[in-house]
């Protein structure tokens, strides 16, 4: 009598998910239209790729202005931060995010739709990646811990849910992504030595349906060899700042991680530290992993392994494959069997000082000598990384994976010596780097062919479409769009700053939409002709 | 006989209680989006981040529960709270990190917890705990970014004799620098660690600087000497030469001698060149040892 109880509730709260005309059907999750952009990175696999063509490299020297909408111009109040998040697209409604904002735009106009404020309790508020979306319910993750859901017509709150502890450094900034039937949240901060976890919810009620720890807990835990003792593990970090990626056939989601805690001063964490800095495949119904790669074995760089990893199916030696990839911030590449997470291809994309090469499992071996030093250790890449969190694209017309990395110079210090270091404990000062639009052929790890930003840096995150075209940010304040297949900057167009996401494309009404923020303003590009 | 913290007690006492009352007392709201304020007069960490109603510290205050820390506390927990063998580390203390001045530190130790002394922590007065409190957070706040334990320590590990033959072969640095000219004096101006990121990173250091601990790193517009310049030749016309502005590959821009900005659109026959004065520091980059580096900080230390 009860089950029957549970599934009548489960089909009318799915029915209720599903939504009206308005909504987004959970089918759209799975085989997104092109009039969509329905999650972070467009689809479940990270790929950031469209299948659009009507701006293509043979006119894209034609794109040309849409409409401009800025944060602080609307109802919103000011200094509401910048846009470091990826909109959300459906039904001819973007909708967007800053800290403590979400926003609905009309995306034929970018007219403001409605504009949601959140009354803070505090927390860092460096960045917010964006929102989750499933029928009519819009679910987002605010500073001070809370994952919020609202309702994508008007705006109002239907619930919120602290998932995290703000007295612990934690807090929010994650875009959420729906996968079966739940909201998958990770969670933010790195000052005090807090453990990373991955959390589900059900998207009706908010309850937390089951949560998974990055790091050891408890005696038992997978893991735990890997630390000193159960109280390193248990404070070790590992927080998962990214969307996950996921393959619907597998079921299994991606979670990429964090670097351990304390962050440079490593002393009291002996070991390789798992599963910070590592790719980790989860069980979306359960939590549970299924295998994971770490990327950066006892990393003391504060080097997390958050980048997206891409989700595509390919050939390895003439063998067809199921492939994950990832381009580290610790400057290496890896391509990976996503069925079982064995490495298959490891290189660097932006060259590095600090490894002694690779391990029999396709790991980077840390070369202790580069480790944080009391004196100083001169080390590339510097904390930023090779990359960092904008998002990079696979295009599988051109079969490249493409990244805008950064080679930097700087000098890693340890603060403090000794044995029972806390929070960070040093860090790296200074710094030289040049920055490149790296395209890499997934089959070899090598550089098919680099774009370098002659007058500055960008770190943009990217985007790439059958039309044969990547669109960057720039080093000049400006949008370009490059030929996917040789890296010719093609077009560009200025902007009032460095481009601050990854742009994303959709197609509405017959016409295509090329759409970038860059920091409080959300620019659309299109052919006016 | 009064205790003789007692005269600090009765002010901390005033102080303490009305920010008790305060953090009870229903907060101005901030503007949506706002970050709100910490209570004022107390010192926060420089890390914007946790709730806004995390409590500051009163140096006074803490230095006090430092007394009764060294007295009741530091066998089992450690000087810096961090713990040992015997007790275990308050920094990572739920109890502690959702303290409010004493509000959940007093409970727990109202409860009776043997001390040290073999007295039960139940016998503290409220204005001890509350000192703890204040103690107890600034041993969490040492070990966020920005607190005063976040300095660099001794650098000069390195052998002057030998970063001087550096200096003088490998290094190549002879070719633009002399130590009886433009070194000369070096190290009265500068700090260890700053020395060695001027010379690694002269581009991000500030023009002119001084001895104090500067960071070069910094943003500081780059000086007339080492600025980057670039010669930009038309197709058909005289090259013309200034500090590049911004390059990219649709357009180059430069401010000429005369104070002219100037921008081209770049096309196949425009030649662009770019020079870079400090091009040899980047590619120091690519060679120097760490060895290298500590042993040329030692010698340019002795440039006094």
Known sequence: MRRVVFVAIAIVSAAVLAGGAQGLDPAGLVKPGTDSWPMYNGDYSGRRFSTLTKINADNVGALSLGWVYRLNGGAAAANVGSIKGTPVLVNGVLYLTSPDHVWAIDARTGREQWHFGWDSKGGTHIGNRGVAILGESLFFE???????????????ERWRKEICDLDQFYYGSVAPTIINNRVIAGVSGDDLDIPGYMQAHDPVTGEMQWRWYAVPQSKGDPGLESWPNEDAAKHGGGMTWQPVTYDPDLNLMYVTTGNPQPVIAHKNRAGDNLFTASIVALNPDTGKMAWAFQSSPHDTHDWDSTQTAVVFDGEINGQ?????????????????????G???????????????????????????????????????????????????????QTGLFYVNATRAFSVYYIYDPGDNPQGWGGTDRGGWGESMLQAIDYKTGKIRWSHKWEGGSSRAGLLSTAGNLVFSGGASNDLVALNATTGEALWHAGLNGSASNGAITYELDGKQYVVVGAGDMLWTFVMNH | ???????????????????????????????????GGPPSG???????????????????????????????????????????????????????????????????LKRGHKMQSGRSSALLSDDQVLMLAHFLRDRVNDTLRGSSEFEVKNILTGDAKA???????????????????????????????????????????????????????????????????????????????????????????????????????????????????????????????DKNMHDVVAYLETLK
Request: glycine fraction near 10%; charged fraction near 20%.
């Open chain 1, 142 to 156: 605010t500073p001070d811990c809370h994952l919020v859901s609202l309702n994508i017509k008007d705006g109002t």
């Open chain 1, 320 to 340: 067809p494959r199921k492939l994950i990839a990832q381009a580290a911030r610790n400057g290496h590449f890896f391509v990976l069997d996503r069925t079982n």
């Open chain 1, 342 to 396: 064995k490495a298959l291809v490891s290189s660097d994309y932006a060259k590095t000082n600090w490894t002694l090469g690779y391990n029999d499992r396709g790991q980077p071996i840390p070369n202790p000598a580069k480790n944080p030093q009391v004196d100083g250790a001169l080390v590339t890449p510097n904390q930023g990384g090779a990359a960092n969190w904008p998002p990079p694209t696979f295009s599988p």
């Open chain 2, 1 to 35: 006989m009064r205790n003789p913290v007692s005269a600090w007690t009765a002010a901390a006492l005033v102080l303490a209680g009305s920010l008790y009352v305060t953090a009870q007392e229903p907060r101005p709201q901030p503007p949506p989006g706002g970050r």
């Open chain 2, 42 to 108: 107390l010192q926060q960490p420089r890390v914007n981040a946790g709730a806004n109603d995390k409590p500051g510290v009163d140096p006074v205050a803490a230095a006090e529960g430092k007394k009764i820390w060294a007295l009741e506390c530091i066998t089992c927990h450690g000087t810096n709270a961090r713990g040992t063998d015997n007790g275990p580390n308050l920094v990572r203390s739920l109890v502690v990190l959702r303290d409010r001045f004493g509000s959940a530190l007093g409970p727990f």
């Open chain 2, 163 to 289: 970063g001087e033959a550096y200096f003088n072969t490998e290094g190549k640095c002879t070719t633009c620098h002399s130590v009886s000219a433009d070194l000369r004096g070096y190290a009265g101006k500068y700090e260890p660690v700053d020395i060695q990121q001027r010379f690694l990173f002269p581009r991000n250091a500030t023009p002119g600087g001084g001895r104090g601990r500067g960071r070069a790193g910094g943003g500081a517009a780059p000086s007339p000497a080492t600025a980057i310049t670039v010669t930009v030749t038309p197709p058909n016309g005289e090259p013309v030469s200034g500090v590049l502005l911004q390059l990219d590959d649709f357009t180059v821009s430069l401010r000429d001698a005369s104070g002219w900005f100037r921008t081209f659109t770049r096309t196949p026959a425009l030649k662009v060149t770019k020079t870079d004065p400090l091009a040899a520091h980047r590619a120091l980059l690519e060679t120097i040892t």
